[in-house]
Nanobody, 124 residues
């Protein structure tokens, strides 16, 4: 499984960005079977779970982004998205896409598959 993020950039506070994660599977894997999520890491801080979407489309968000960020997926395109609105300087960091067949592992930050990350910078 390979994950490739895109869509990061620099915006002013209050702005929006949409991150994408393209997922490539080896033979036999199905995107619909995977739990997917977005994590972020700010400079000098640990990795933080931002949001998760399970195989049934159920979602969970960190309190700090609830109401501002929306996770979605396109099974036909094997892609994961993160719409980020009303961005704040504290949202700055590297954003990573993650995938695992077990949501329990992903939620704990121990997902089997990770992307390389895309940088988001929010200026005040």
């Amino acid at each position: 499984v390979q994950l490739m993020e895109s869509g990061g950039g620099s915006v002013q506070a209050g702005g929006s960005l949409r991150l994408s994660c393209a997922v490539s599977f080896t033979s036999g894997d199905r995107f619909s079977s995977y739990c997917m999520g977005w994590f972020r890491q700010a400079p000098g801080k640990g990795r933080e779970r931002v949001t998760v979407i399970d195989s049934n489309g159920g979602t969970d968000y960190a309190g700090s982004v609830k109401g501002r960020f929306t996770i979605s997926k396109d099974t036909g395109e094997s892609s994961l998205y993160l719409q980020m609105n009303n961005l704040k300087p504290e949202d700055t960091g590297s954003y990573y896409c993650a995938a695992d067949v077990a949501c329990s592992r992903l939620i704990q930050g121990r997902a089997k598959h990770w992307g390389q990350g895309t940088q988001v910078t929010v200026s005040s």
